[in-house]
T-cell receptor, first 113, second 111 residues
Framework: DAGVIQSPRHEVTEMGQEVTLRCKPI?????LFWYRQTMMRGLELLIY????????DSGMPEDRFSAKMPNASFSTLKIQPSEPRDSAVYFC???????????FGQGTRLTVV | KQEVTQIPAALSVPEGENLVLNCSFT??????LQWFRQDPGKGLTSLLL?????REQTSGRLNASLDKSSGRSTLYIAASQPGDSATYLC??????????FGSGTKLNVKP
């Protein structure tokens, strides 16, 4: 397996624009997580899915953020409208059942100017 | 609130030295604990996973221990190499699904 795949790797956008980040989890993994990493706050869990169903979105900062998982092999994180303070690295991770390891993608570095 | 703390925040050692990175957590009712490595501008690479019922895990020059009663885990790196330079993160899983990260220890191994 190629691991967790995220796209794009880098995104630069203007304030107010819509941004969509994409993630393909490892095949067979039941859980998918979206994290955000900043220097000030470290790694923060935004939302996670189990079997394509959002379970906990308490970390989503505002209504401008939304996430979907239409099938077991694809998830999106959307920010609309984007703001400069959304600039961060966004990671997607997946894991299987039980006490298994979590695996992370390479991240998407988002810059909102 | 579950908190995960990593000390020191940064560490610089000469090549060949053995070293220990620390991770402490406030709630001892953990499910498991995972150590990651992050290189600059890169994603997180899983190093070791310790279940709550285990005391330690080993992979090559790495050894991770877990002491739930004291709320601590250590990552021991033997015979450090410049290629070990990275940020090391521990993540503690409390309930069945969510896990919480420490702020990391930035390691620099000098040739």
């Amino acid at each position: 397996d190629a691991g967790v795949i995220q796209s794009p790797r880098h995104e630069v956008t203007e304030m107010g624009q819509e941004v969509t980040l994409r993630c393909k989890p490892i095949s067979g993994h039941d859980y998918l997580f979206w994290y955000r990493q900043t220097m000030m706050r470290g790694l923060e869990l935004l939302i996670y899915f189990n079997n394509n169903v959002p379970i906990d979105d308490s970390g989503m900062p505002e209504d401008r953020f939304s996430a979907k998982m239409p099938n077991a092999s694809f998830s999106t994180l959307k920010i609309q409208p984007s703001e400069p303070r959304d600039s961060a690295v966004y990671f997607c991770a997946s894991r299987g059942q039980g006490g298994s390891e979590a695996f992370f993608g390479q991240g998407t570095r988002l810059t909102v100017v | 609130k579950q908190e995960v703390t990593q000390i020191p925040a940064a560490l610089s050692v000469p090549e060949g030295e053995n070293l220990v990175l620390n991770c402490s957590f406030t709630d001892s009712a953990i499910y498991n604990l995972q150590w990651f490595r992050q290189d600059p501008g890169k994603g997180l690479t899983s190093l070791l996973l310790i279940q709550s019922s285990q005391r330690e895990q080993t992979s090559g020059r790495l050894n991770a221990s877990l002491d739930k009663s004291s709320g601590r885990s250590t990552l021991y790196i033997a015979a450090s190499q410049p290629g070990d330079s990275a940020t090391y993160l521990c993540a503690v899983r409390y309930n069945f699904n969510k896990f919480y990260f420490g702020s990391g220890t930035k390691l620099n191994v000098k040739p």
